[in-house]
């Protein structure tokens, strides 16, 4: 699928339609693009990993992203990427936003301010859970415990 904006190629959200668990990232990445997939190569490992380190495998979670290309500077691009996000979302019960675009869009405040913490938002009208935590992509370079707290609490 296209974007109705750009023209460019959109990564779909992937995963159960009926999931519990959402996740959100913020754009995919350059192996994302490649395979028209979220979160695989090294993030998506990263991921992965750490997800089943909580016990929950990342089969049975409905993913997406913030951004469904690579962002842009255009307001109504993100718009639009970002309904799309919440729409594919808008039935789970737990919810696990990762990266400060993210947190930003959602609750209008730097991840690192509220990661780890139980927040509310009306945009995910079932979830009981919504946490946020630094995007995974970061934990490459080491900063692991932040979002594993996130995690851990989010589990």
């Known amino acids: 699928m296209n974007c109705d904006i750009c023209g460019k190629n959109v ?35 990263i991921l992965k990993r750490e997800l ?23 307001e109504a691009e993100l718009s639009l990427h970002f309904s799309t996000a919440i729409r594919a979302l808008k039935k789970c019960r737990a919810i696990f936003l990762m990266g400060s675009d993210v947190s930003q869009a959602v609750f ?20 009981e859970i919504v946490i946020a935590a630094p995007n995974p992509a970061v934990l490459a370079h080491g900063g692991l ?5 996130s995690l851990s609490r989010f589990s």
Request: charge should be negative; aromatic fraction near 10%; hydrophobic fraction near 35%.
């Open 52 to 74: 089943a380190k909580q016990g929950i495998s990342f089969m049975t979670c409905l993913a997406t992203n913030l951004w469904g290309h690579e962002p842009n500077t255009d």
């Open 108 to 127: 209008g405040e730097n991840v690192m301010t509220i990661s780890g913490m139980l927040m509310k938002t009306d945009l995910f009208p079932n979830a």
């Open 11 to 45: 990564i779909q959200p992937s995963g159960p339609k009926s999931a519990v668990i959402g996740l959100m990232g913020e754009f995919p990445g350059f192996y994302e693009i490649q395979k028209e997939k979220v979160f695989i190569g090294p993030t998506g490992d």
């Open 145 to 149: 415990g932040e979002f594993r707290l």
